[in-house]
């Protein structure tokens, strides 16, 4: 039986760099957390357009998920970008 459609066994498709990229982070509102990831985010890409953050709060105001779009130069910078986030302790989850 042949696989018509070729999806098995194919590796996923590559991100084909640079690139505009969302990262999105969510963990416990707290009074510093949007700065507190932007500064670290900032430190791999430099200043980030402030059109490309967002924040939403969660529905009952214990969560905040930033969102923001970085011009992506590679795998390295993004590993680099989510490994950094994962150390902060309010951070949930990096998406």
């Given at each position: ?92 989850m990096v998406l």
């Amino acid at each position: 039986m042949s696989d018509q459609d070729g999806s098995q066994g194919q590796a996923p498709p590559k991100i084909e760099f640079p690139c505009l990229y969302p990262i999105k982070i969510i963990g416990r509102a707290e009074a510093e957390f949007q700065q507190t990831v932007i500064a670290v985010v900032e430190r791999h890409t430099g200043p980030l357009d402030p059109d490309l953050i967002r924040a939403q709060p969660s529905r009952k105001n214990n969560y905040l998920s930033v969102t923001v779009t970085i011009a992506a130069t590679g795998e390295e910078q993004l590993r680099n970008i989510f490994q950094d986030l994962k150390q902060i302790d309010s951070v949930k989850m990096v998406l």
